[in-house]
């Protein structure tokens, strides 16, 4: 079969190699589209990956065109999307119905081969069947979106409550509309992407911030200080300005992971005790019974069109383009929010 092999940092190469075997209890799915997500840059341009060669890809969506035999809930046919964690299931965070916290997980994409090729081998536990309103396309999207749906669930808000979002990017836009659907109310979204910004307008967002144009500790002693701060840029001046500009008893979940040392000085610090800030972190997007309500959920919106991620896919490539998509997302000119392959 073909796929996109990354061989070596900044190495793509389209070939043939074997078609995957599946056992009694998989399924053996014909990739439709595949996303290109951010952690997959750092695997091609910083080379952060377990072995070489490997296949990226772990947001996707396709076709079953082979079910093994002890397979119940899943036949020849079905479009489905996949949930791309492989828990243990045997470790204490596995037992505490804490699938994401896996001690010894595998994850397709990243720990064993993903889906940037024609073919690809799932666990049945992985599947979900998707219903004829949802296509394969927008199928594609759900991973992410049940990333932001596991982070705004970090913590409790109430109705009505205002949130602020770092970062327009895919999961900062996917945040921007899972808070909406879940009924918050003012939603800033702050970024320094301008075209960015006005999508997050475009998409819901109550109001906009550059923050290379504003000073946002400024801008929040005239305008009320949020309730809540969800911090998806993984920047980290953003992480420290999330504690700063929070109303006192807010809560801050930080989604985006830090990439350098994030210093907050004494008296950001001490905005935590004083205020009694709520602060938690979030990590991927599974509860039990697995793969999760997160995913459950982000079918259900998109089926019933609560949610639509069909604005968000901007480009979409052929496995030929190799790192063309990767490039561009680089590029400090990029104003789309999400990349596709489509798989021939």
Request: proline share 5%; hydrophobic share 40%; net charge negative.
């Amino acid at each position: 079969m073909k796929a996109l092999v990354l061989d070596s940092k900044e190495t793509f190469t389209v070939k043939k190699i074997q078609k995957p075997a599946i056992s009694e209890k998989q399924v053996l799915v014909k990739v439709s589209y595949v996303g290109v997500c951010g952690s997959d840059l750092a695997r091609y341009f910083e080379g952060k990956v377990h072995s070489y060669p490997i296949v990226l890809g772990h947001e996707f969506s396709g076709v079953v065109e082979q079910v093994g035999n002890m397979v119940q809930a899943v036949k020849e046919g079905d479009r489905v999307a996949i949930a791309p964690l492989i828990p243990c299931g045997k470790c204490e965070n596995c037992d505490r119905g804490k699938p994401a916290l896996c001690e010894h997980y595998s994850f397709v994409g990243s720990r064993q081969q993903g889906a940037m090729a024609e073919y690809i081998a799932v666990d049945e536990k992985n599947i979900l069947v998707l219903p004829e309103e949802v296509s394969n396309e927008e199928a594609a999207l759900i991973e992410p979106l049940t990333v932001a749906i596991h982070g705004i669930e970090r913590i409790q808000f109430n109705a009505g409550a205002n949130v602020v979002v770092f970062g327009a990017g895919t999961i900062g836009i996917m945040t921007l509309l899972a808070l909406k659907a879940r009924g918050a109310g003012n939603v800033t979204v702050i970024d320094i992407n301008n075209e960015k910004l006005q999508i997050a307008q475009e998409l819901g967002a109550s109001y906009t911030i550059n923050s290379l144009q504003v000073d946002l500790n400024e801008y929040f002693t005239t305008h009320p200080k949020p309730e809540v701060v969800i911090e998806t840029a993984g920047v980290s001046q953003t992480q420290v300005q999330s504690i700063e500009i929070v109303e006192k008893l807010g809560k801050v979940v930080y989604v985006g992971t830090a990439t350098k040392d994030v210093v907050f000085p004494p008296k950001v610090f001490e905005r935590i005790l004083r205020g009694e800030i709520e602060i938690t972190g979030s990590w991927m997007s599974y509860s039990a019974p697995f793969p999760g309500f997160e995913w459950k959920a982000a079918l259900q919106y998109i089926k019933d069109g609560t949610i639509d991620v069909k604005p968000l896919i901007n480009e979409v490539y052929r496995l030929e383009d190799k790192e063309t998509p990767f490039l561009k997302m680089r590029d400090p000119e990029n104003h789309s929010i999400k990349f596709l392959y489509k798989i021939d």
